[in-house]
């Protein structure tokens, strides 16, 4: 999920009081935090906010510092407020397996915190990115007195099995071009022109290890869509002009 306004401003952009607002200050910057610009706590009352703003710590992490690590323990619930994260697991040879991308306004650790267990997976940041972290007790409290933020996880719990079932599905297709094709129907979202697009596109080698390929094969896949027009690259966004043609060729590439 993108969030549909920045989240974070530095001082120098004046806003009016909020309650929802709160600033720390991060390796010696003051960062504005406006909490209702949180998708998940958007709902949030005003008592309710005023917790969360008590008890809430922002934290900044260098690209490709870890973020969270796989193993450790569901201490909070985290929300992504800037740059971009990748979920990743590693196998027991050594390799790193790319499982998805977090975008501005996603939250993870979920999972371990609701079971109380550690973490099943390891997050790694892409770019500099700016986090908030929530401590457990606080987030638990949410879970069941918030019925907006109760009622946001439900659903985020039900798209995530439903996610997760077509990744297994996508990484079970023996043709790698295929699974390439798959790979970026799944992320695509529709325009109401009927064209599409996928927001904040990961890196070739970042696509390649989320689906079990290499780069080389991956950077192919796209240069033939764009050949035949059904995409067209900007910057880190990707346009899927004829999302009809994508669908066929997952079905027969």
């Known amino acids: 999920m993108n969030a549909a306004a920045p989240m974070s401003d530095l001082p120098d952009n004046p806003s009016p009081p909020d309650p929802a607002a709160l600033q720390e200050e991060p390796r010696q910057q003051n960062i504005h935090i406006h909490l209702r610009r949180i998708p998940l706590l958007s709902g949030l009352s005003d008592e309710e906010v005023l917790k969360v703003k008590q008890d809430i710590r922002i934290r900044q992490y260098a690209k490709r510092d870890v973020v969270l690590h796989k193993g450790g323990s569901g201490d909070g619930l985290l929300f992504l407020l800037a740059g971009s994260l990748q979920v990743i697991d590693v196998t027991e040879d050594g390799r790193a397996i790319g499982l998805r991308m977090l975008q501005p306004g996603d939250f993870f650790g979920e999972i371990a915190l609701i079971n109380n267990s550690t973490r099943s997976a390891s997050v790694v940041a892409m770019s500099e990115v700016l986090v908030a972290f929530l401590p457990a007790p606080t987030a638990l409290h949410l879970f069941s007195h918030s019925p907006s933020v109760a009622n946001q996880m439900l659903r985020h719990l039900a798209q995530k099995i439903q996610r997760d079932s077509e990744f297994r599905a996508l990484l079970s297709i023996n043709?790698?071009?295929?699974?390439?094709?798959?790979?970026?129907?799944?992320?695509?979202?529709?325009?109401?022109?009927?064209?599409?697009?996928?927001?904040?596109?990961?890196?070739?080698?970042?696509?390649?290890?989320?689906?079990?390929?290499?780069?080389?094969?991956?950077?192919?896949?796209?240069?033939?869509?764009?050949?035949?027009?059904?995409?067209?690259k900007d910057s880190h966004k990707l346009i899927i002009l004829n999302p009809e043609a994508l669908q066929k060729l997952t079905q027969s590439a």
Request: aromatic content about 4%; overall charge positive; charged content about 15%.
């Open 175 to 232: 043709n790698t071009v295929k699974r390439i094709y798959t790979y970026i129907a799944l992320l695509q979202q529709k325009n109401p022109d009927g064209t599409a697009k996928v927001e904040n596109l990961p890196t070739h080698q970042d696509i390649a290890n989320m689906i079990n390929t290499s780069r080389e094969t991956v950077t192919r896949a796209l240069l033939t869509l764009q050949q035949q027009g059904i995409v067209q």
